[in-house]
Nanobody, 116 residues
Framework: QVQLVESGGGLVQAGGSLRLSCAAS????????MGWYRQAPGKHRELVAT???????NYAESVKGRFTISRDNAKSTVYLQMNSLEPEDTAVYYC??????????WGQGTQVTVSS
């Protein structure tokens, strides 16, 4: 069973930065896609960014130019560098991995709160 553990969330002022980490229990090379999603109170969970095994990335329009997703296969970890944070970025951030055969795994989430 794959386990994903997120860390790095917290409280930050608008304009600040945070880096989220998602550590997998096994090799992330087995995952075709890894990504970050977020869910704000009263809203649906939404995609933030994804990265494929080959390193191709995709971002939500609202975070383009501010967030960067990356992966370190040797450390079985995916990162989300978040800069120029805005109060609208406040949410619980979840890590998700998808295997080559289409199975999804989710982490438990980490809270990000951006104060104005």
């Amino acid at each position: 069973q794959v386990q994903l553990v997120e860390s790095g969330g917290g409280l930050v002022q608008a304009g600040g930065s945070l880096r989220l980490s998602c550590a997998a229990s096994g090799s992330i090379s087995t995952f075709s896609i890894m990504g970050w999603y977020r869910q704000a109170p009263g809203k649906h969970r939404e995609l933030v960014a994804t990265i494929t095994r080959g390193g191709n990335t995709n971002y939500a329009e609202s975070v383009k130019g501010r967030f960067t997703i990356s992966r370190d296969n040797a450390k079985s970890t995916v990162y989300l560098q978040m800069n120029s944070l805005e109060p609208e970025d406040t949410a619980v951030y979840y890590c998700k991995s998808t295997t080559s055969w289409g199975t999804d795994f989710w982490g438990q989430g980490t809270q990000v709160t951006v104060s104005s």
